[in-house]
């Protein structure tokens, strides 16, 4: 099952997005073990993910380093120490306060840790990120504040609904932010955006990255609200 899976998506995103980017399939690794993570590595999973730090922590050098680390959860400003320097792009910064802590913490290790910022751009109460109205100025508050973080785009949680045409405006949204921060200098890479539930959609709206559990690993028990990545 998991040999078809990647190879039907990975074939899905061979020819890009439509803008013909090259698109980052991030494998949302929830709930699965080690030797599971390993086997999709060795059929073509170049990148992996957690959403929470304690399965990070246990897993990460269990994972083969044919992949890359990414965390893409709600993170916590006293569980920054975990993250910094040990994965290679957090997804989720949604505060100032959270960027302002990952800047501190890679200054005092010595290194430069790559974010993306999370923009709320459903105004769902039970998602993370930045408001839409002023992604923008943060986004430039933080890549102009802080020294030892570098923005490399911007994720978000599409909301799950069935209105195809409301999740067509929200990519759209999105990536019309990107584009406008990407030339006004920001050094971004990535747009990640885009599920199990809806990732068909966002890469025909200009998303270049996305993040898949389901669909790649199969269905899970989730023990909460996030059955939709």
């Known amino acids: 099952m998991l040999e078809n899976n990647l190879k039907t998506v990975l074939e899905e995103i061979s020819g ?39 399965e990070f922590r246990e897993k990460t ?11 893409i959860g709600h993170l916590q400003t006293n569980k920054v120490k975990y993250l910094v320097g040990k994965v290679s792009l957090i997804q989720s910064v949604d505060s100032l306060r959270l960027a302002e802590e990952i800047d501190k913490t890679a200054f005092r290790r010595g290194v430069i840790q790559d974010i ?22 943060n986004v430039l508050a933080i890549n102009n504040g802080f020294k030892n973080v570098r923005v490399k785009g911007l994720m978000a949680m599409l909301p799950h609904v069935d209105d ?23 050094n971004f890479e990535y747009l990640s955006m ?17 993040r898949l559990g389901r669909t790649i690993f199969g269905e899970r028990n989730y023990g909460g609200n996030n059955g939709n990545i």
């Open 194 to 210: 885009g599920m199990s539930n809806d990732y068909k959609i966002a890469v025909k709206n200009g998303s270049n990255m996305i």
């Open 116 to 137: 993306l910022i999370e923009v709320n751009v459903g105004g769902e109460l039970s998602k993370s990120g930045f408001d839409f109205s002023n992604a923008k100025e």
């Open 61 to 71: 050098e269990l994972i083969s380093d044919k992949a890359t680390q990414h965390f």
């Open 16 to 54: 890009g997005n439509n803008l013909g980017e090259k698109i980052t399939l991030v494998g949302a690794s929830k709930t699965m073990s080690a030797q599971d993570i390993n086997r999709a590595i060795e059929l073509g999973l170049t990148v992996v993910a957690e959403n929470k730090v304690q």
């Open 164 to 186: 195809q045409n409301l999740i067509i405006s929200l990519c759209q949204k999105m990536r019309a932010l990107y584009d406008e921060l990407k030339n006004m200098g920001l």
